[in-house]
């Protein structure tokens, strides 16, 4: 592949150009390197429907994949320019929350490496979920404006539109795309459905706006707010909207394939990437139904298509809708969903697996699995908890549709985009093999005795520590000592993930202090997540954070040893400064309460150890490092199950058992915290605690301060914990998300791989 040189996209030389005239050329080039790439193609795709894609910066990811990087870095710096403040640039965009979205992106990443013909479908938000920042302690939200700027963006609107109808009234779409680059190799595309009605003037204080008005708002937010009706009407209009334009871009895209629909499961796979897209089954039925398709063969094409990511035990994210609202938004769906009840009611009594329950809600989560041919959990835990507790009828009725697909992130952008000068010392040491494949990391192995890489890495993570303090400082002038161990716990805000678990430590430490119990080192502890707007907890546990961080950073002696700072609006930037600077990853949720989580794979992977309960993928984490090279605490998912089982949890017995613990959860509207903070929240937050604390926090805090003690010691012998990390790092292979792709395809896709790779 031949692409000309940066200089050939702009009308005057570099050293002329301004920081706008040079982002804009460099959108160009990486458009035309990328269509000379061409895109994978194939008779059957995936298409993997997900309400978020979070997908975050993409210059530097594409320059890398593309193999421009380098040359594009010299031309600048040959001019006198800079291509990392042109990286700055770059709004991120804003389509996606946590996990799930973070998950869907590194899966086409993998999908366009792996040269398999997929996209990713999802709407086009304009202001996504929200912009977070932080006044009078607490959360406040506003817009995202991603899309507004003087720039060019990666968004490219196509001419496709289509029409989709709800109850009373119609809207057209369009279809927009964004490229995604495979590593040196061809591209997919995410494929995201927009109203040309939607108007961002609807928007009034905050992120409120008229949710009634649903030609204007149908793709203002992602996950807008539900805590009333018109909130959670307006979730099913995005949802159906998304579906709909997703199923006949399917179909007439198989059409122009070849596909006749009776075979059009010789020509799609349709990934439901947690039960947002459920819609899908029944809009796919219907559709075919139009096309004179029976329905018997329509619902057998429908599964036969279909597949199902489960992500969560969770009851409250596995959506039920009342039959009434979907009845509202799209009245054509409701005689399918009634007769996919009668199939399932004339095969099966047990009201756990039945489409409309007794109260005429419709479980979305029961839909995909009655009426897909797959259903995956998505770390080894997470799928025997759902085939033998919480999804046990079903798995009775179905056990060869359940599967386990452990996540997996990709390595290049949380190693070789993020970390770059860890990724040239892997490379320097093994070689460059382990860019293609992830499992040649554990060639390191062989190295974990060499004193010199040993001190390497710990050169590295100092200037990943200082680099991140210089980002920190500049992002919301709060400043930090790379000297202090960097303890963090960045993720979505939830009660399960237990954030709340390491604020009471923090409050411990701080109260030990006071006591006149010094610690050895300092512990700067580095909180990023945002709390969903009607969270009123996960908001109040955030408001306690930032106020501890300000009692902390007040008193003169507890301020050398500790110090609190939630990082403002987290998002995946952040984490790509974050994450390679941490010395301690926190993954403390509830045992059986986390589905797998993928922040823990990232931390691993550049040398952090896990502190975590044995949750999710923690438990393949210890499994493969070997308990020497991990700290695990707590108690485990059978025994938390059990509990919940039982329904004798009692936290005032901890409480008062515990003389520590209540101190700290005293401690929390106490004087020096009411100073700072809100009387209203910091009581409800306590209260919750005593009065409920239902993801059990009181009973592993014990064990926590007594594997986290160890932890911190441990740290202190620096060439011994450098080796445990350089084992963590070798171990880390196997959560690529190329191995689980490729895994997906093999059980379910089997997609045929482009070998054209059109990179030469």
């Known amino acids: 592949m031949k692409i000309a040189t940066l200089s050939s996209y702009t009308d005057k030389p570099l050293a002329d150009c301004t920081d706008l005239e040079l982002f804009n050329a460099l959108l160009s080039l990486v458009a035309d390197a990328t269509r000379e790439r061409g895109y994978n193609q194939g008779k059957k795709r995936l298409y993997y429907i997900s309400a978020e894609f979070l997908i975050g910066k993409l210059l530097s990811n594409n320059l890398i994949n593309l193999g421009l990087y380098d040359s594009v870095r010299d031309e600048l710096a040959a001019c006198g320019r800079d291509l990392s403040a042109l990286e700055e640039m770059e709004l991120e965009p804003s389509l996606g929350n946590g996990g799930l979205g973070r998950l869907a992106a590194c899966f086409l ?62 809207v057209t779409s369009t279809l927009y795309e964004i490229d995604v680059t495979g590593y040196e190799g061809k591209s997919g595309k995410l494929r995201l459905f927009d109203v040309d009605s939607a108007d961002e003037r609807v928007i009034h204080s905050g992120i409120s706006f008229d949710k009634d008005d649903v030609t204007k708002n149908l793709t203002l937010f992602l996950y807008p707010d539900d805590s009333d009706d018109a909130g959670r009407l307006l979730r099913v209009y995005q949802e159906y909207f998304m579906v709909s334009n997703g199923a006949q871009l399917i179909l007439d895209e198989c059409q122009a394939r070849g596909s006749n629909l009776h075979d059009l499961a010789d020509y799609a796979a349709i990934q439901i990437n947690d039960t947002h897209p459920t819609m899908v089954i029944p809009e796919l039925i219907r559709l075919l139904g139009e096309h004179g398709i029976a329905f018997d063969e329509a619902v057998s094409i429908a599964r036969d298509v279909c597949a199902y990511t489960n992500h969560t035990i969770l009851a409250e994210a596995l959506e039920t809708w009342p039959k009434h609202f979907i009845e509202q938004v799209a009245p054509q769906l409701i005689p399918i969903i009634d007769q996919l009840d009668k199939l399932v009611r004339d095969s099966c009594e047990d009201p756990f697996v039945q489409v409309i329950d007794e109260h005429g809600n419709v479980h979305m989560a029961n839909i995909d699995i009655h009426f897909s041919h797959s259903v995956n959990g998505v770390a080894a835990l997470h799928t025997k908890i759902l085939e033998d507790v919480e999804l046990a009828p079903f798995y009775k009725l179905y056990p060869e549709k359940f599967n386990n697909k452990t996540n997996g992130i990709t390595f290049r952008r949380w190693c070789i985009e993020c970390n770059p000068e860890l990724a040239g010392l892997i490379t320097q040491t093994i070689g460059d093999d382990w860019k293609h494949d992830a499992t040649r990391l554990e060639d390191l192995l062989a190295h974990q005795d060499d004193d010199g890489l040993l001190d390497q890495l710990s050169k590295i993570k100092r200037h990943n520590k200082e680099r991140f303090a210089a980002w920190l400082r500049a992002h919301q002038g709060t400043e930090v000592d790379p000297d202090a161990i960097f303890d963090v716990q960045s993720k979505r805000l939830h009660e399960y993930k237990r954030q709340q678990l390491n604020l009471l430590w923090a409050t411990n430490t701080y109260l030990q202090v006071k006591a006149g119990k010094l610690p050895e080192r300092k512990v700067c502890m580095l909180f990023g997540a945002k709390a969903a707007p009607a969270y009123t907890i996960a908001k109040d546990i955030i408001h306690a954070i930032i106020c501890l961080g300000k009692v902390v950073a007040a008193d003169p002696v507890a301020s050398q040893y500790l110090q609190v700072v939630m990082i403002e609006n987290y998002n995946v930037t952040a984490a790509e400064r974050l994450i390679p600077a941490a010395d301690v990853s926190e993954q403390i949720s509830l045992a059986s309460k986390e589905a797998s989580g993928t922040s823990n794979m990232k931390f691993m992977l550049n040398g952090a150890l896990t502190l975590g309960t044995m949750d999710g993928a923690n438990v393949e984490i210890a499994e493969l490092v070997g308990k020497g090279n991990i700290y695990t605490f707590g108690e485990g ?20 058992g515990d003389e520590r613990l209540k101190e700290a959860v005293d401690f929390l509207r106490g004087p020096q915290m009411l100073e700072v903070g809100n009387a209203e929240s910091l009581e409800r937050l306590t209260e919750e605690l005593l009065g409920k604390d239902w993801f059990m926090t009181f009973p592993d805090f014990d064990s926590y ?56």
Request: one cysteine or more; hydrophobic letters at 30%; glycine letters at 8%.
């Open 637 to 656: 998912s059978d025994e938390v199950i059990a509990r919940y089982q039982r329904g004798d949890y009692d936290p005032r017995s901890y409480y008062e």
């Open 705 to 760: 301060l007594t594997e986290k003690a160890r932890v911190l010691n441990d740290v202190a012998d620096q060439h011994s914990w450098q080796r445990k990390a350089l084992v963590n790092i070798a171990k880390a292979g196997f959560f690529s998300s190329d191995r689980t792709i490729e895994q997906y395809n093999r059980d379910i896709w089997h997609l045929g791989v482009d070998s054209s790779r059109g990179c030469e």
């Open 109 to 170: 990443d993998s999908c366009a490496t792996l040269g398999l013909p997929a996209d990713g479908i999802g709407l086009a938000y304009h202001c996504g979920l929200f912009r977070q920042n932080f006044a009078d302690n607490r959360q406040c939200e506003s817009p995202d404006y991603w899309l507004r700027w003087g720039q060019d963006s990666w968004l490219r609107r196509t001419s496709r539109h289509f029409r989709v109808s709800f109850g009373g009234f119609d």
